[in-house]
T-cell receptor
Framework: RKEVEQDPGPFNVPEGATVAFNCTYSNSASQSFFWYRQDCRKEPKLLMS???SGNEDGRFTAQLNRASQYISLLIRDSKLSDSATYLCVVNPGGGNKLTFGTGTQLKVEL | ETGVTQSPTHLIKTRGQQVTLRCSSQ?????VSWYQQALGQGPQFIFQYYREEENGRGNFPPRFSGLQFPNYSSELNVNALELDDSALYLCASSRTGTGANVLTFGAGSRLTVL
């Protein structure tokens, strides 16, 4: 079983749609959780951290369910500029080693 | 504030050769991590350097080695290159303490092994 699993997509959605990505992780001792965004042939960039209480940043909402070892990202009112690969990222045990999922590709269309 | 810079951006090598990739960390960051990203995959942790010593290693063979210098810059060396080493190599810097988990990535070095 992979440490971090994501549906690779692609998710093709119309502009203005709401889209949700899910991710599961295998290590129950994992301490920190993130979503990174990666544009085609570019480096990953931190989108947001994920907290147990859930957190929101504009059109983006992240949720963490520790009991189910499940992380989600919700994007409302999708924009063309949201087209990218979204990487689910887990810190399994402190320190700065991060474990990345394979990423979910999002394509927002007119 | 300067970001993370990597060099070279692209390079082509043949099997059996050796390669050195370089990384300058973001100002104020003292920790450097290296990741390998194969096509269609997420980045895979290679190792991390802090205070010029390796501080954690992923599932990579010893022919992957690194250095960190007093100015926190770093090198990744790969010996005896194999075709499967073809990938984007990402350097990420961070700092210890608050925000330690937040990595800033460089644009990467894209290595092709023929």
């Amino acid at each position: 079983r992979k440490e971090v699993e994501q549906d690779p997509g692609p998710f093709n959605v119309p502009e203005g749609a709401t889209v949700a990505f899910n991710c599961t992780y295998s290590n129950s001792a994992s301490q920190s959780f993130f979503w990174y965004r990666q544009d085609c042939r570019k480096e990953p960039k931190l989108l947001m951290s994920v907290y147990s209480s859930g957190n929101e940043d504009g059109r983006f909402t992240a949720q963490l369910n520790r009991a189910s070892q499940y992380i989600s990202l919700l994007i409302r009112d999708s924009k063309l500029s949201d087209s990218a690969t979204y990487l689910c990222v887990v810190n399994p045990g402190g320190g700065n080693k991060l474990t990345f999922g394979t990423g979910t590709q999002l394509k927002v269309e007119l | 504030e300067t970001g993370v810079t990597q060099s070279p951006t692209h390079l082509i090598k043949t099997r059996g050769q050796q390669v050195t990739l370089r990384c300058s960390s973001q100002s104020g960051h003292n920790t450097v991590s290296w990741y390998q990203q194969a096509l269609g995959q997420g980045p895979q942790f290679i190792f991390q350097y802090y205070r010029e010593e390796e501080n954690g290693r992923g599932n990579f063979p010893p022919r992957f080695s690194g250095l960190q210098f007093p100015n926190y810059s770093s090198e990744l060396n790969v010996n005896a290159l194999e075709l499967d080493d073809s990938a984007l190599y990402l350097c990420a810097s961070s700092r210890t303490g608050t925000g330690a988990n937040v990595l800033t990535f460089g644009a990467g070095s894209r290595l092709t092994v023929l």
